[in-house]
């Protein structure tokens, strides 16, 4: 029987475990896109929770623009800072200006360098891991995203374990002025960066994005300094996330972890289902320019539009048996990296980098057992595991 009042997907506390899982079959079934006007806020927005629908808003950059901030609770003043100077919140053509610049240093050539070093920091943190056991994993997954993100940018390694916690609390800090004082530090450090490379031209990631790419595209240094920003937390809060996720579902699911150390099924296709399940970005969010129909809902300009990655991941439209974990799922298009234009620069890293941990496991680990209870963030942003009582033991 279908329930007549539709659940609050702000209730207090939703998301500080999977019960909105719940929430986003009931809204695909009843209400694919809804109106929703949380209580407390100024205004509302629509709800978009069906896999076509949202790959349909995302594709839509000439309807529904990101300049308007890209999640809820954004302060206005802050994105209308970086507005068409950050990736993230930018349509074409500054958007296409920007990304010709800076995908380069995340082509295939240049990640297929990177292979090596990413397969060592994995393969150290795994057998640190293995020999140390802490009472929280995450201590030990947060090195694998934090210390190639760095390594690529050149950043110094004293500054490692500094600039991965201050990216984690501009992200996940329950105060708004705690994270606007982080993005704040963060644009400071980046600052100094760029000053200091005009200088001296030591860095080789920085000197890449200042060089004139394509038609002589050239970012100016405040778009470098935004963008930097991006590419540090793309590369950083996600995949912790992602790691997090699968190594737990392995641990509660030890068949699917026989699977993958057996050789039935391949890292590649793991990580694709680890992505799947962990959706790091719960949220994104589009303001619509101009009239424009999303599902049986026609949405007027001006009006913004939330699209929930979290429930397009488990629409069984789109995927066979979708709230179980399948290491072996094929075809598995799920949209944890986002969809057209916007689609995240960082894809190929993380798979990268979830891939190589999937090795190491296999090659170092004979079991991953639970300990205790996880704990999740609570965000409906970035989500996941923020505590993973989990032993891997040799």
């Not at 000439?62 to 930018?90: F, P, Q, Y």
């Not at 996940?172 to 530090?185: F, K, L, T, W």
């Not at 970005?281 to 939330?306: F, S």
């Not at 190491?360 to 989500?383: C, K």
Request: charge should be negative; proline fraction near 5%.
């Amino acid at each position: 029987m279908k329930q007549r009042t539709a659940p609050d997907l702000f209730e207090p506390g939703l998301f500080d475990g999977t019960r909105f899982y719940d929430v986003f079959a009931w809204y695909r079934e009843n209400e694919p896109v809804s109106w929703q006007h949380p209580a407390g806020e100024p205004e509302g927005f629509w709800s978009v929770t069906k896999y076509r629908d949202i790959v349909a808003v995302h594709r839509d950059t000439a309807r529904m623009s990101s300049t308007k901030g890209m999640r809820l609770g954004s302060t206005e003043s802050a994105v209308a800072a970086v507005a068409n100077k950050m990736l993230i919140v930018s349509d074409p053509p500054d958007h296409t200006r920007m990304k010709r610049v800076l995908i380069q240093p995340f082509s295939n050539e240049v990640l297929a360098r990177a292979e090596e070093y990413v397969d060592q920091v994995v393969a150290d943190v795994v057998a640190t891991a293995v020999r140390n056991p802490e009472p929280d994993l995450i201590t030990h997954l947060a090195r694998i995203p934090t210390d190639v993100i760095c390594a690529i940018m050149g950043i110094p390694q004293s500054d490692w374990a500094w600039i991965g916690a201050k990216t984690t609390e501009a992200f996940e800090s329950p105060s708004e002025v705690q994270r606007i004082m982080a993005n704040g530090d963060i644009f400071k450090y980046f600052t100094d960066m760029v000053s200091a490379n005009r200088r001296t031209a030591t860095n080789d990631f920085i000197s890449g994005l200042t060089a004139r790419h394509d038609g002589g595209t050239q970012l100016t240094d405040e778009e470098l300094v935004f963008n930097l920003s991006g590419v540090l937390a793309g590369g950083n809060e996600t995949t912790r996330y992602t790691l997090a996720a699968l190594t737990h579902q392995l641990a509660e699911h030890p068949d699917q972890w026989r699977r993958i150390a057996g050789g039935e099924v391949v890292p590649a296709d793991a990580t694709e289902e680890g992505l799947r399940w962990s959706v790091p970005g719960m949220h994104v969010m589009r303001t619509t320019t101009e009239t424009v129909r999303v599902g049986d809902v026609e949405i007027g300009p001006g009006q913004r539009v939330v699209t929930w990655i979290g429930s397009a991941n488990r629409d069984p439209e789109m995927f066979d048996d979708p709230d179980t974990f399948d290491v072996g799922r094929s075809g598995n298009r799920h949209l944890s990296f986002g969809a057209g234009r916007h689609i995240c620069l960082g894809s190929r890293l993380a798979r990268l980098e979830i891939t190589a941990y999937l090795r190491a496991l296999r090659t170092m680990v004979s079991t991953i057992g639970l300990e205790g209870e996880p704990r999740y963030n609570g965000s409906n942003f970035t989500w996941g595991l923020n505590e993973l009582p989990v032993v891997l033991r040799a």
